[in-house]
């Protein structure tokens, strides 16, 4: 299955083609809540939540004391915008 072009925006991709991008970049899906998946990286952590308007990313406890870091991103912006943003850590 192959990806649009990444500028090409997020409501523009079927679903099984944000899950193989995710996937792609080492997304792990939970096996009961299908819309959460895992992200390890080597220095941080983090839940994307495939809600029903936008991708929420929570970076688990990269904040000051340890708190998560939690940012949206509308699916109008493309694949490019939301990999370089959620993908360059929190």
Same mark, same amino acid.
């Given at each position: 299955? +192959?990806?649009? %072009? =990444?500028?090409?925006?997020? @409501?523009?991709?079927?679903?099984? &083609?944000?899950? #193989?991008?995710?996937? #792609? &970049?080492?997304?792990?899906?939970?096996?009961?809540?299908?819309?959460?998946?895992?992200?390890?990286? $080597?220095?941080?952590? =983090? #839940? /994307?939540?495939?809600?029903?308007?936008?991708?929420? /990313?929570? @970076?688990? &406890? *990269?904040?000051?004391?340890?708190?998560?870091?939690?940012? +949206? $991103?509308? @699916? +109008?912006? +493309?694949?490019?915008? /939301?990999?370089? *943003? /959620? $993908? %360059?850590?929190?």
């Amino acid at each position: 299955m +192959s990806l649009p %072009s =990444a500028e090409t925006p997020l @409501y523009n991709h079927p679903l099984p &083609q944000i899950e #193989e991008w995710l996937k #792609e &970049q080492g997304c792990q899906q939970d096996d009961t809540q299908l819309h959460c998946w895992y992200l390890q990286r $080597f220095n941080w952590q =983090a #839940e /994307v939540l495939l809600d029903i308007e936008q991708i929420v /990313v929570r @970076y688990l &406890q *990269a904040g000051e004391n340890g708190q998560d870091i939690q940012r +949206s $991103f509308k @699916y +109008s912006l +493309s694949r490019q915008d /939301v990999e370089e *943003a /959620v $993908f %360059s850590g929190p």
